[in-house]
């Protein structure tokens, strides 16, 4: 079976920083499209970020370009979510998802209809 488990969430005030984390098992992060999402109080899911699977094309939501950055160790079988500068409306419960192919091109790395493999997230709370 295919499992995603994130973790690294808590609790930091505005300016902080936190190092999310998504560990996979029953196959690798090599080779498939991932990306992280966020589901704040009150709102529907939203895009994060998202590397594809020759991890050469990198996308970023609107509100978090020039503050986080995804990535992905191949040895260590690991994906990663740096995200600096937080601001309280970053607080959201954040998920990482995997597309269900591997050597797909995804016709759209922004959206959630992209991902089959979904994690149960890990909460994100940021203090003024």
């Known amino acids: 079976q295919v499992q995603l488990v994130e973790s690294g969430g808590g609790l930091v005030q505005a300016g902080g920083s936190l190092r999310l984390s998504c560990a996979i098992s029953g196959r690798a992060f090599s080779n498939y499209t991932t990306g992280w999402f966020r589901r704040a109080p009150g709102k529907e899911r939203e895009f994060v970020a998202a590397?594809?699977?020759?991890?050469?094309?990198?996308k970023y939501g609107d509100f978090v370009k020039g503050r986080f950055t995804i990535s992905r160790d191949n040895v260590k079988n690991m994906m990663y979510l740096q995200m600096n500068s937080l601001k309280p409306e970053d607080t959201a419960v954040y998920y990482c998802?995997?597309?269900?192919?591997?050597?797909?091109?995804?016709?759209?790395?922004?959206?959630?209809?992209?991902?089959?493999?979904w994690g149960r997230g890990t909460q994100v709370t940021v203090s003024s």
């Open positions: 590397v594809d699977w020759r991890g050469s094309n990198i």
């Open positions: 998802a995997q597309d269900w192919a591997a050597y797909h091109t995804a016709t759209d790395l922004t959206s959630d209809f992209q991902y089959d493999y």
